[in-house]
């Protein structure tokens, strides 16, 4: 069971906007905030209310660790050399505390085996019915496992792409896109269906199996 309003949001590790981030926890109504590692350390510019923080700490300031060691914010430490990412960690305690939703910020960067590695975290909350999704200022990125809708005016950028995650898709449909699909089968090593593009106000797409990962992009 989850907690029907309890929205998660990790702050992690990679590449962050704090502008975005600033922003993100401006407009959701965020009743936890998990700082991850060196996540913390643009969690601590911001001086975001912070609930719990995880990590190795292999890139944090001793000062700003210790800071918060000072505070009455619960740290969990990890050793640098273990079975999981932090991230990881991190996602398993959001799903502990039953999140309804989990937002990822930080989650892409520079290092692709990390940025693909949180891609594949996503399928944690998935196999809980937990809505969850990376988010920066360019991407939107999360799975589905069933047939859903895009809003035009709500979607995070210009361009929806997808890809089968980890086995094919089956009886792809995609309508309201600018390149409509019918019932196709989307095998993994195809780039068939990068960049396409809402053009009603709302967008279907359905399948009848498989794993859909979904990415809202801007240039």
């Known amino acids: 069971m989850t907690e029907m309003n309890h929205k998660v949001l990790i702050i992690t590790g990679g590449s962050i906007d704090e502008a975005f981030l600033k922003n993100c926890e401006e407009n959701n109504k965020y009743t936890e905030i998990i700082a991850v590692d060196h996540g913390l350390m643009a969690a601590d510019r911001l001086n975001l209310p912070l609930n719990h923080i995880v990590g190795d700490f292999d890139s944090v300031s001793e000062y700003i660790l210790q800071k918060y060691k000072d ?8 050793p640098m050399e273990k079975d999981k990412t932090d991230t990881q960690i991190a996602i398993e ?19 692709l085996d990390h940025t693909l590695a949180n891609l594949h975290l996503l399928l944690l909350p998935l196999e809980k019915q937990v809505p969850a999704c990376i988010l920066d200022t360019n991407n939107k990125i999360y799975l589905k496992r069933e047939s859903f809708t895009l809003q035009r005016k709500k979607q995070h950028g210009t361009y929806v792409s997808f890809l089968p995650f980890h086995s094919d ?51």
């Not at 505070?71 to 990890?78: A, E, L």
């Not at 449909?173 to 009603?200: M, Q, V, W």
């Not at 106000?201 to 399948?207: D, G, M, P, T």
């Open 93 to 111: 305690m959001a799903l502990s505390h039953k999140a309804a939703s989990i937002h990822l910020i930080g989650a892409t960067g520079s290092r």
């Open 169 to 219: 898709v089956y009886g792809l449909t995609l309508e309201g896109f600018k390149y409509p699909l019918d019932r196709i089968h989307l095998a993994a090593g195809e780039s068939l269906c990068i960049s396409n593009e809402i053009i009603e106000e709302e967008a279907i797409v359905s399948f009848t199996k498989g794993i859909l990962a979904v990415f809202e992009t801007k240039d």
């Open 71 to 78: 505070s009455i914010v619960p740290i969990k430490t990890f």
